[in-house]
């Protein structure tokens, strides 16, 4: 994308949200599509989804001068370097998915949940970024404490994950851009 482009995607807040909400439905329904789809094509599909993810997070960091926080490009990065883990080593990766999973989402779940924390005394929704995070986290330390899950039990729990993650993304990215065209207070 251009500059340009990328300038008007972002300039309405909770645009980042609402597109990483609707690329974690998509790659949780592609997952529930192909049940029986191999290791490799899971890791493969989980390390583009998460490169994305990442780049929208740290897009959003610097088009967003209003909604800066470090921790949006914390997570961000997180995601990027679990995408390249996965893409750059599959068969690495195919073996120990689970743990790779579980660690990303409990850093990056930690991570949204500082940021709903640090964004309460000024977005209304922050609770729904707070649920996102905690959803997340509690993801995570699922996969990272029950390395005996088969393959398909984990790849039911990512599409589930995935597809709740993105439904409270896009409805944190609703909230955002109704508290962003509401009138300020003191107008009234």
Do not use: E
Request: charged share 10%.
């Amino acid at each position: 994308m251009s500059d340009v482009a990328d300038r008007k995607m972002f300039k309405n807040p909770g645009t980042a949200l609402l597109v990483r909400g609707v690329l974690s439905i998509v790659f949780g329904l592609l997952i529930i599509v192909l049940p029986s789809a191999t290791a490799l094509v899971v890791v493969v599909m989980f390390g583009i989804f998460a490169i994305i993810d990442g780049i929208t997070s740290v897009a959003h960091y610097f088009y967003d001068p209003a909604g800066r926080s470090r921790w949006t490009v914390v997570g961000g990065l997180i995601s990027i370097a679990a995408g390249i883990v996965a893409i750059a080593l599959p068969g690495i990766t195919a073996a120990a998915i689970g743990v790779l999973i579980g660690l990303w989402a409990l850093v990056l779940g930690l991570s949204q949940i500082i940021l709903a924390l640090a964004a309460r005394s000024f977005i209304r929704s922050w609770g729904i970024w707070f649920l996102t995070g905690l959803v997340t986290t509690v993801f995570g330390i699922v996969v990272l404490f029950n390395p005996g899950l088969g393959f398909l039990s984990l790849v039911w729990m990512l599409a589930g994950f995935a597809i709740l993650t993105g439904l409270l993304l896009i409805a944190s990215g609703i909230g955002l851009r109704k508290l962003a065209s509401s009138p300020p207070l003191f107008a009234r």
